[in-house]
């Protein structure tokens, strides 16, 4: 447990910007030194921001949230109930510009993913 300001945190809840950055770090192939690099900070610096040994500066959060093209609230995955984010507003346009038989067999593919996710959460 943490005491910060007004009370204690526990352990797990300060490294949760960290995990979100390596989370979307790895969905996009980058390495911490690819990263870091495009940041401008140390790979040790992104590591120890990963694993919630450095808080993330604000500063920092933003040039990452540029490079993933992404905004504060696609970051915290706080979207409005029943809306969609424009990552998902994009991935649906290009889902209906697709033939009803590519569109299926994009349905097929998810499903395989989705079982492979499933195994692999298992396995851990």
Known sequence: ????EGGLVRRHQLPLVG????QLR??????????????????SDL???ETGEYKVSLETLFKILNIFEM????????????QISPSEA?????FRNLSPADQNEVRHFIK?????????RRKK
Request: net charge positive; proline share 2%; hydrophobic share 40%.
């Open 71 to 82: 905004n504060v609230g696609e970051f915290f995955h706080e979207v409005a109930p029943g």
């Open 47 to 49: 590591c120890r921001m």
């Open 26 to 43: 790895k969905d996009r192939n980058l390495t911490q030194a690819d990263l870091a690099t495009r940041v401008g900070i140390q790979q």
């Open 1 to 4: 447990m943490y005491r910060l």
């Open 90 to 94: 994009e991935l649906l346009q290009a």
């Open 112 to 120: 395989f993913i989705e079982q492979k996710s499933r195994r692999a």
């Open 19 to 22: 995990k979100r950055i390596r």
